[in-house]
């Protein structure tokens, strides 16, 4: 018993950071994504493993848990939305970054084309984005998503709902809670999302897309 209980207490795990705390600075400094990471993703990931245990849902992966809201059981849906996307958006979210000195910052050539005949230029895209995540009201997140005919659309979301729950493929991924950026920036949002676009990885970023 004491050792299927450990079983379940492990069942999701923090990733590894792709870097480290400080690699995003100043754009994202050290103390912030120290503990954005170890204290607010830890938590997501912990609540998330004390409410799918003993669930139907225990063994499945978090894209299909996050795909199927239905299969949920009721007295556990909200802690495994909100902690469950708590997990899942910032892993996403990690991973879409890298340091603004590196060569996965430049976007490609094709993707700058896919992103010209949605939004017109790839500056229109970055401006109708930031006016998304600066409009967005209370905790959330602002995405660039595709849905089932790969079209693209920048959407906003509440708290940590996840895209994936209306059906549609997260591409790019931005954190607009306080906690993302408070302490460096205070209540200026926009300039963290202005300076956010300093360390975007566009290589990964493009491999969601073309998933
Ligand atoms: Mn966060």
């Known amino acids: 018993m004491f050792y299927y209980l450990l079983y379940k207490i492990i069942m999701f795990t923090l990733p590894k950071l792709p870097y480290t ?31 799918i245990a003993w ?19 009721a007295d556990k849906k909200t802690a495994i939305i909100n902690n469950g996307g708590g997990y899942y958006n910032h892993n996403l979210f990690w991973n879409s970054m890298c340091p603004a000195n590196s060569d996965d910052t430049v976007m490609s050539e094709s993707f700058k084309t896919i992103l010209t005949e949605t939004f017109w230029s790839v500056e229109n895209f ?47 991924g931005l954190d607009i809670w306080e906690h993302a950026y408070y302490l460096k920036y205070q209540n200026r949002r926009h300039e963290y999302v202005q300076n956010w676009w300093n360390v975007i990885n566009w290589k990964v970023v493009e491999e969601n897309y073309n998933q």
């Open 21 to 51: 705390y400080d690699a995003l600075e100043p754009y994202i400094d050290a103390q912030t994504m120290e503990t954005h990471y170890t204290k607010h993703h830890q938590g997501y990931t912990n609540k998330l493993n004390a409410a």
């Open 55 to 73: 669930t139907e849902r225990e063994n499945t992966t978090i894209e299909e848990i996050l795909t199927h809201l239905d299969k949920l059981p």
């Open 126 to 172: 970055k401006e109708q984005f930031s006016n998304a995540a600066a409009t967005n009201f209370g905790s959330g997140r602002t995405w660039l998503v595709k849905d089932e005919n790969n079209n693209l659309k920048i959407l906003n979301t509440a708290n940590q709902n996840c895209p994936i729950s209306q059906g549609l493929t997260p591409i790019l």
